[in-house]
Structure formats: structure tokens, C-alpha cells
């Protein structure tokens, strides 16, 4: 196909691309009615930028083609698929399928907007996926058999993307693409606006590189954002996009749904967290900016290409961290609401080593909020306009009859889900429905009918945080932490007196040579907490160990010991000893402050009686007071 007939609005930035580009203009018919454009964007009536690789229209019709040029063997399923090829890391992506559908759907509801197509019709837009790499195969569902397209076989074109968009469609007359119709769809892509792909965009200090991924009813997009001047500095940036003619209560809701993200993780600093940087605005709506990596993967993702390798172990070890995650948010009075493997991610932080971080706070809800909170905080936003389908079927049934359903016991039942996901590796059921049949008729999820060999206490802990009806559902995370700790102790058997680092210490591990763990307490911002057997002196005590969670947060761990210290009172903690372990990780050895927190036995035993009120009050206005004369002695 001649320039006249393909118009490259841009070259393509990749080569693997452009190869994939050369191929189609080398094949297709070089006559009337065909047309071709590529490597060009528009801005959809939802306020997304859509990127599109190349848009083809000849007498069989009309296609957006999502080019694919990654090598190997491709399988999946309508969720995502996974690329092999020998020597080589697979690589796991969502469907490309999806996004291509809402792309081609978008760019035909824009051109029908244009004064081209007033009095015409507009042929019908058919999203294909181009794989192009010349020695893909393709093992998918046969539903993707009439999407999906390789290279065509031989001389005669057969069985491959130029057959697909040139062969007749037996039957097919509803419509007829000839000249005139050429003519006018290529000045309505004028008239839409189309143009070249922005490769200078960005919000904040990031420069917008390629989308990460879509919500399926356009609500936000999140970006792969790389510092304009710091090498190596990346970010995911979130954008809340303003649609064309958006009214004022709708450009609120997006603003709303920024806001309460960034107002919610300003209060969440935690390992197990993925950190906002900043909040700003883009000119195509809110902004959030993420710390973030490119070695990062969704944990669906994760699984699908690392699920068969991963030991009991490990798979404990990851519940374990989303629990403790949800925990520490829990303790902030904030409920997640809309956990699933699409809203964590896994970072490597070092080979081998996997941290999970949980994301996509926006239908967050502070529990118990003030009036004064209320306006950011009120749960007004519903799981299925921020859900998407997949993820969905993660949330507990009443998730979707109740915006103002207990944050809490939602996060539960989600937590149970995700231990029956990294347990079995199969979500609970493809859809929200057949979740919420499935724990009705099972009376919460059944990890022993797709798990051979399940113990006891793990089938107890995933039922039991699943269970249909929330008066009979694990009642708070510290139980589900609980019953983590059982699971361990029915699997753990002390092989050796070896000591283990205190990070991966579990029930029962020796950590020092007079240091045997009991059970995690959890975890915060900086550090993480085990009550551990101490033996001094021939004799056995239990304290705390209050370890830095990373080599970064050692200094402030070693500055707390040596405030602690100095606070010899009956209201505050001891601290005994400074530890340094082999990992280059320091702890501190504290008293025991009480199986409680406050705040836990607030929530227990509800409002309290004036004279706790009174004797609560005195026993921390005592320690405050306290606290303030070793400042004022220490400053004089």
C-alpha cells in the first residue's frame, strides 16, 4: 500500500513495531476503498487517551488493529495472556483484546459525533489483535480464534491478519465500503482530531510513557511515569479523566475519588502499602503520582507465571503480608473495600524476595468517620463503578447491595478470597454472582474441593473469613492473623535449632540463640513486631522484639531504644536491649504493653463508663506528663 493510501500520522518510536507496520503496508491491496492510518491518538468522550497502532478499512470492513510483537508461544484466557519462549522469563499482560475492544469503541463513538457523519453511517469499528513477530503460536480459548491474528501462511496470504481484513465476509451486506465512504472517513478523522502520539506529556516531574492499565468504564488510567531529569526514576501516575460534556456532579465524582485516595494513604505508611507521592492536576483531570518500578507485576500476573513454583511457604508468607497490610489500615480506622490480585502489586526488592503492596484505595472508607472527615471520607462510591469484573468477584457479596456495608468484614472476606486464590490458584468464581452462589451454597469458600491435601486450619481460615453472612465471619483481621499463626503451627515441624532471620521468622522459629518466636504481632511504617521467648538468666520471659522492616529504618529503631531508655515509668514501656542480627537488621527488646491495643479494646467492649474514662485519661495524661519533663530536663 502506497503513502497516498497509509498515512503514518507518526513514526512508530520502536522498531519491533515498525517492522509489524512494514508488514501490513507491504500486503495490503493497494486500491480503492483501502486505507490505512497508524501510530496516532485521540482523546476519547470519556477524557482517555487512546493510542491506536493502526486503523485499516477496506470493503471486508473496518478494523483497529492492536499490534503484539513480543516473540514465542502465546496462551491465556479472556483475562490475560502469558508469552514463552525458550531461555527466557515468560511474560504475563492482561487480555490486549479488552483494551482494543473499548479503544474501538471510544474512536467510533467519536467520529459519529463529526459533521462527516451527520446524514451517514459509520461502518461498524472491529477491534483485532495483530501478533507479529514471525515465529508466534497461539494456544488461546477458540472464542479469541476470530480476533487474534499471526502472520499469514505462504504466498497466498492465508489464515493470518492480511486474510482477516481483506476476505469477504460471506453474507455481509449491510454494508458497502467504497470510495466515497473511504473519502469520508478519513475527513472525519480530521475532524476528530487524530494526531501524533504525545511523547513529551507530563504530570508532575514524570513524563508519561505507556498506559499500565484501564479501567473498563474509563475512570481512571494509570500511566508509567519517568522522571523527566532523574534516570532510572519512575512512577505510576493515575489520572481521573474529564469526559466531553461531563457535568459538575460528574467532574466531581472523579475529584472525589482522587481526593479520597491521596487523603487515604496520607495516613497509611506501611511496607505492605504502595506510597502516593503527590496529588496535582493534568489537563486531563486529577492526578495522583505512585512510587513505583518497572520490575513490578500485578499479582494475577505474578501468579499466572510463578503460581506452580511457589511452596507453602511462600504462599502463607504473601497472605500473611496483605493481612498485616489491611491491619495496619484497620488500625487507622480505614477499610479497603475493593481488595483482589488486581489491586496488589509485587516488588522485588531483592532476587528472590517478593514484597506485596496493595493499591486502588479509591473506594476506601474511614471507619467511624468525624463530620469534619465525612465529605472525603463518606463511602459514596459503589464497588461496581471502580471495580472491574475480574476483580470483583474477590468482594464480599454485600459490597454490591450496600455502599454503607461494614468496610471491615468486606476486607475480611476479601482476605479470605485471596488466601483461596494464592492457596489454589483459581479465583472464587469468574463473576461477583457466582461468588456470592458459591458461598451461599457452601457456606463460604471450600479450599479442600480444589485443593488436595488442605489442612484443617487453613480450610477454617478461608471459610471462615468468607462466610456469607458477616455475624458469622472472622470478626476482626488480628483473629485472621490468628488463625494464620494456627495454620503455621499445624504445618511447621522444627527441623534444626538453625537460626532464621527475624523478617522470616514464623511460630516457633529460633531467632537468637535466647530468642524463640511465639507469633507475629504485626506490622507498621517502619518496623515489625514478634513476641518472642527470652531467656535470661536461666530464666524464661516473654517480650516484644520491635525489628526494622528494612536496613533504612535501623537508625530510627537504634534512636527509639535511646529515648525508651530514658523513660524508666510505670505507663511506658521498658526497653531491655539493642539486638543486631546477621542480616544487618537491628531490634529492640521491649516490654509487653498488653495483649491490646486501645483502640482494639475500644472496639470490643464499646463506649466505656465514665470512671474508665476517667482512669484511661489519668494513666495517659501521666505518661504525658511524664514525657514532657524528660523533654523539658533534656533541653535545659
Known amino acids: 500500500m502506497k503513502p497516498n493510501r497509509w498515512q503514518a500520522i507518526a513514526p512508530s518510536a520502536y522498531p519491533w513495531e515498525q517492522e509489524a507496520l512494514n508488514y501490513l503496508t507491504q500486503y495490503l491491496p493497494d486500491h480503492e476503498p483501502f486505507r490505512g492510518w497508524s501510530n496516532f491518538e485521540f482523546i476519547a468522550d470519556d477524557g482517555t487517551i487512546n493510542e491506536v497502532d493502526a486503523l485499516i478499512l477496506g470493503p471486508a470492513g473496518f478494523y483497529l488493529v492492536e499490534i503484539k510483537s513480543m516473540p514465542g ?82 504466498t497466498s496470504l492465508k489464515g493470518g491478519i492480511i486474510d482477516a481484513v481483506t476476505r469477504p465476509r460471506s453474507g455481509d451486506t449491510q454494508f458497502v465500503i467504497d470510495a466515497p465512504m473511504a473519502r469520508s472517513i478519513g475527513r472525519a478523522l480530521d475532524q476528530a482530531g487524530i494526531r501524533p502520539a504525545d511523547r513529551s506529556r507530563r504530570v508532575s516531574d514524570y513524563t508519561l510513557d505507556k498506559i499500565i492499565y484501564e479501567h473498563p468504564q474509563g475512570t481512571f488510567q494509570d ?30 465524582f472523579a475529584a472525589r475519588a482522587a481526593e479520597r485516595e491521596y487523603a487515604l494513604l496520607q495516613l497509611l505508611e506501611h511496607v505492605g502499602i504502595l506510597q502516593v507521592r503527590t496529588h496535582t492536576t493534568h489537563e486531563s483531570g486529577p492526578a495522583l503520582v505512585f512510587r513505583f518500578s518497572e520490575q513490578v507485576q500485578r499479582l494475577d500476573h505474578f501468579m499466572r507465571e510463578h503460581g506452580t513454583t511457589l511452596n507453602f511457604n511462600d504462599r502463607l508468607k504473601y497472605v500473611r503480608q496483605l493481612a498485616e497490610a489491611i491491619s495496619f489500615a484497620h488500625g487507622h480506622r480505614i477499610a479497603h473495600r475493593q481488595l483482589s490480585p488486581q489491586s496488589v502489586f509485587v516488588f522485588q526488592p531483592k532476587p528472590g524476595e517478593y514484597q506485596l503492596k496493595i493499591y486502588n484505595w479509591q473506594l476506601g472508607q474511614r471507619l467511624h468517620s468525624t463530620a469534619a472527615s465525612s465529605s472525603v471520607f463518606s463511602p459514596t462510591l459503589h464497588a461496581d463503578q471502580l471495580s472491574d469484573q475480574a476483580g470483583a468477584a474477590f468482594l464480599a457479596p454485600e459490597a454490591f447491595r450496600d455502599s454503607e456495608a461494614d468496610g471491615d468484614a468486606q476486607d475480611i ?129 516473654d517480650v516484644v522484639l520491635k525489628v526494622a522492616s528494612r536496613p533504612d529504618n535501623c537508625e530510627r529503631i537504634r534512636s527509639e531504644f535511646d529515648v525508651i531508655q530514658k523513660l ?60 514532657e519533663e524528660k523533654d523539658s530536663l533534656t533541653a535545659t
Request: overall charge neutral; aromatic content about 8%; proline content about 5%.
Open 223 to 252: 500511566w508509567l511515569g519517568k522522571h523527566a531529569t532523574l534516570k532510572g526514576d519512575v512512577a505510576m501516575v493515575r489520572i481521573y479523566p474529564r469526559a466531553h460534556g461531563q457535568t459538575g456532579n460528574e467532574q466531581a
Open 413 to 541: 472476606f476479601s482476605l479470605g478470597s485471596m488466601a483461596y486464590f494464592l492457596f489454589s490458584g483459581q479465583p472464587p468464581a469468574a463473576t461477583p454472582l457466582g461468588t456470592a452462589q458459591r458461598v451461599m451454597e457452601q457456606r463460604g469458600l471450600q479450599l479442600s474441593s480444589v485443593l488436595d491435601g488442605a489442612s484443617k486450619a487453613l480450610c477454617d481460615l478461608v471459610q471462615q473469613s468468607t462466610a456469607p453472612a458477616i455475624i458469622d465471619r472472622t470478626e476482626s483481621v488480628r483473629d485472621f492473623l490468628k488463625q494464620i499463626d494456627a495454620v503455621e503451627d499445624a504445618y511447621t515441624q522444627p527441623e534444626s535449632e538453625q537460626l532464621v532471620p527475624p523478617l522470616d521468622a514464623k511460630t516457633g522459629d529460633r531467632i537468637a540463640s535466647d530468642l524463640v518466636v511465639k507469633h507475629r504481632l504485626g506490622s507498621g511504617s517502619t518496623a515489625v513486631a514478634l513476641q518472642v521467648a527470652w531467656t535470661s538468666d536461666s530464666a524464661v520471659r
Open 73 to 154: 508461544e502465546i496462551s491465556g484466557d479472556t483475562h490475560s495472556w502469558t508469552w514463552r519462549r525458550d531461555g527466557r522469563s515468560p511474560y504475563t499482560d492482561d487480555n490486549p483484546l479488552f483494551h482494543a475492544n473499548r479503544k474501538a469503541r471510544k474512536l467510533a463513538s467519536l467520529l459519529r459525533r463529526q459533521k462527516e457523519f451527520n446524514r451517514l453511517r459509520l461502518p461498524f469499528v472491529e477491534a483485532v489483535v495483530f501478533c507479529s513477530a514471525p515465529n508466534n503460536r497461539l494456544k488461546l480459548p477458540e472464542s479469541l480464534g476470530q480476533k487474534v491474528f499471526v502472520r499469514d501462511h505462504g
Open 568 to 627: 524508666r515509668r510505670p505507663r511506658i514501656v521498658e526497653a531491655f536491649e539493642l539486638r543486631e542480627f546477621t542480616d544487618g537488621i537491628v531490634g529492640i527488646l521491649i516490654s509487653s504493653a498488653g495483649p491490646q491495643t486501645l483502640s482494639q479494646y475500644l472496639r470490643g467492649v464499646g463506649p466505656l463508663a465514665l470512671d474508665f474514662l476517667e482512669r484511661f485519661g489519668a494513666d495517659l495524661l501521666e505518661a504525658i506528663a511524664h514525657l
